[in-house]
């Protein structure tokens, strides 16, 4: 099956054909290091993000998802609000041809000792990498967005592609 797309701020990005996608997205950061994942959907490199259930807040996903995806359990005390990412131009289309702007709450962590990791059934790779080796990785574009705001907003000169 063909990979996801992600676009950002791409004239050639379809419309969306379905009502917008809203969920979280975590940095997870170790010892001045950023915790990426390899997506099975895209083949991109990201944070861990994903939709949000009716039922639960944007805290909740973000720890739900980092659980999924990571193995991680997350302190909700140590869980940080960051920024909303709501530019319409966020855009995801699906192999099965839909098309969604996708609205992520981002929230960053920052842990106090290496984790047990187990990759999720959505990844294939985990790994934590310094913030100035991220254009190393071929990030997925919503993802790279959240990434540069946050190295910004943290004093960290770094652009990411």
Request: net charge negative; hydrophobic share 40%; aromatic share 10%.
């Amino acid at each position: 099956m063909p990979p996801a797309l992600y676009y950002l701020h791409d004239p050639k990005a379809p419309s969306p054909n379905r009502p917008a996608r809203f969920g979280s997205a975590v940095i997870i950061l170790y010892q001045g290091q950023v915790l990426l994942e390899k997506r099975k959907d895209s083949c991109h490199w990201g944070i861990v993000s994903g939709d949000i259930h009716d039922e639960e807040t944007f805290a909740e996903c973000a720890i739900r998802r980092t659980m999924e995806e990571t193995g991680i359990h997350l302190d909700r005390n140590r869980l940080f609000p960051f920024r909303l990412f709501d530019d319409p131009s966020r855009i995801v289309c699906f192999p099965d041809g839909n098309i969604y702007r996708i609205v992520h709450v981002a929230f960053s962590i920052t842990l106090q000792q290496m984790p047990q990791m187990k990759v999720g059934k959505t990844s294939y790779e985990l790994k934590f990498v310094d913030p100035m080796d991220l254009d190393d990785f071929d990030l997925s574009p919503v993802n790279a967005d959240i990434l540069k705001a946050f190295f910004l907003d943290q004093h960290i000169l770094h652009t990411i592609r």
